[in-house]
């Protein structure tokens, strides 16, 4: 059997078992294969000087590629093909790689489990049983199943970091500001990333690299800002709280491993982090209301076959498009934005939101190239990713609620506009557990060194059955 032949079937079963993908572009399937099949192997992907020429990637779908699918998981927007390619690919086309196809998400990226998808179900590669987190899930299951070397995935409030971390591969939410958001469709705008996930971190750097940087088309973004390596090996660890048995030993593995690497470690307490996901759920859910308001099915999406008049053709394609946890949302975010009770949250909720970012610059430093080397007490701070590795359905899952409280960890680096890496820290139980480091704005390149130690110390180990092609 050619190389060809072994890609394609491992690329079917594995894609069988996992259900990542919404959309799979034949022709790049049988170009991937090809690639391999004339080189036997990828050109050099894993190895830290690495060019993403002929590499294939995943795309989550709610992130613009020509002529693909843009569902966003929605029933609402399935028929919809876009007409533009976003920022973050055209760059990643430039430098030679193409997307494979388009990955299953929690429906507008609202969900932790993928399972909020209208489309398909996405199951987690370590444990077919399990989900493979959200919602990037589908992007993370790709990935780690080793259907793709990297694929991008968009993180609002966690969903790069978490299916990361209960896929086992690496993914980054960089700086809000650091990618442009050109071509993503709009959850809540002000906390919006391009992410990456990818099988280790030279390979995510590297991707970041090619997609960061000003764009005129996302006024938000900014030229990266390079601040000197910190001199002190120093990481600040957060005591975390009401961690599953394994996550905390996973977490206790990550900090002995640091200390061995020779980092010294200060326990830091944040004691705003307690009103994070709150804070996170009524910004989210207010700019969410205004965002989703443009998908009436007139201008495109699914349209009801029958209406009396333009307001009930309207009310119908929402109501028949959106799922419940959609609607959900939306009456939250039109609930805390009335008028007059604006005060009560939405205010309440920016306060919370000014005080996280103010206790994260106290431990990291600012911003600012000016005060970088003032206060620098710690290059990164190292916390959990998710309370819990990847969950169960039915039973031995997480209610809704469960799920939106332990976004605590990651939708604080949202609030705060701050990157954040999250890697495999061990694997416990069959399942992986993944830990993150949150670093100062645009200096990605320490949270990437610090994984890169951490890694190159203890490769990070895949599911069964997985067979790396791009090495
Ligand atoms: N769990 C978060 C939510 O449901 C993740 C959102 C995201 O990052 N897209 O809102």
């Not at 000087?49 to 992130?63: E, G, H, R, T, Y």
Request: hydrophobic fraction near 40%; charge should be neutral; charged fraction near 25%.
């Amino acid at each position: 059997m050619s190389t060809t032949e072994d890609f394609s079937a491992y690329f079917a079963r594995m894609e069988e078992k996992t259900g990542a993908f919404i959309e799979v572009d034949a022709a790049a399937l049988k170009k991937a294969a090809d690639a391999l099949d004339k080189a036997g192997k990828m050109n050099g992907a894993g190895t830290s000087a690495q060019s993403l020429c002929a590499l294939p990637f995943a795309v989550k779908d709610n992130i613009a590629v020509e002529g693909m699918s843009l569902s966003c998981g929605s029933k609402l927007l399935s028929p919809v093909r876009a007409p533009y390619t976003a920022a973050a690919v055209s760059k990643l086309l430039e430098a030679g790689a193409f997307p494979l196809g388009k990955t299953n998400m929690d429906e507008f990226g609202m969900g932790s489990s993928t399972d909020a998808s209208a489309l398909k179900k996405t199951n987690n590669p370590w444990d077919e049983s399990r989900v493979a987190g959200g919602s990037s899930g589908g992007s993370a299951a790709a990935v780690a199943a080793g259907l793709v070397p990297f694929a991008l995935g968009s993180d609002t409030g966690g969903s790069v970091r978490q299916p990361a971390a209960f896929c086992g591969v690496v993914g980054l939410k960089p700086t809000y500001g650091a990618v442009s958001r050109f071509g993503l469709v709009a959850y809540a705008s002000s906390l919006d990333t391009v992410g990456i996930l990818a099988g280790n971190t030279a390979l995510c750097k590297s991707v970041f690299d090619v997609i960061k940087g000003k764009d005129e088309r996302d006024q938000t973004t900014e030229g990266s800002v390079r601040y000197p390596l910190p001199a002190k090996k120093t990481l600040a660890v957060l005591a975390p709280q009401a961690l599953e048995k394994e996550t905390a030993a996973g977490f206790e593995k990550a900090k002995e491993r640091f200390s061995a690497l020779g980092y010294t470690l200060i326990e830091v307490d944040i004691p705003a982090l307690k009103y994070a996901a709150p804070a996170y759920y009524t910004i989210a859910t207010a700019e969410a209301s205004a965002n989703l308001a443009r998908f009436d099915g007139v201008r495109y999406g699914k349209r009801s076959s029958f209406a009396e008049n333009s307001d009930e053709l309207v009310d119908k394609a929402r109501e028949e498009g959106f799922g419940a946890e959609v609607k959900l949302r939306i009456l939250l975010g039109t609930f805390v934005l009335r008028s007059g009770f604006q005060d009560r949250y939405y205010h309440r909720a920016q306060r919370i939101r000014a005080a996280i970012r103010e206790s994260f610059e106290k431990i990291l430093g600012s911003r600012k190239p000016e005060a970088a080397n003032q206060n620098v007490e710690a290059a990164a701070i190292l916390m959990p990713v998710f309370p819990c590795r990847a969950f169960g359905r039915g039973g031995g899952g997480l209610s809704a609620f469960e799920q939106k409280a332990a976004d605590l960890y990651t939708c604080c680096a949202n609030l705060a506009g701050l990157p954040a890496l999250s890697f495999q820290a061990s694997v416990e139980g069959g399942l992986p557990v993944g830990v993150q480091l949150m670093g100062r704005a645009f200096d990605e390149e320490t949270l990437f060194a610090l994984a890169a130690d951490y890694e190159a110390a203890h490769p990070f180990r895949h599911p069964a059955e997985y067979k790396d092609w791009w090495k």
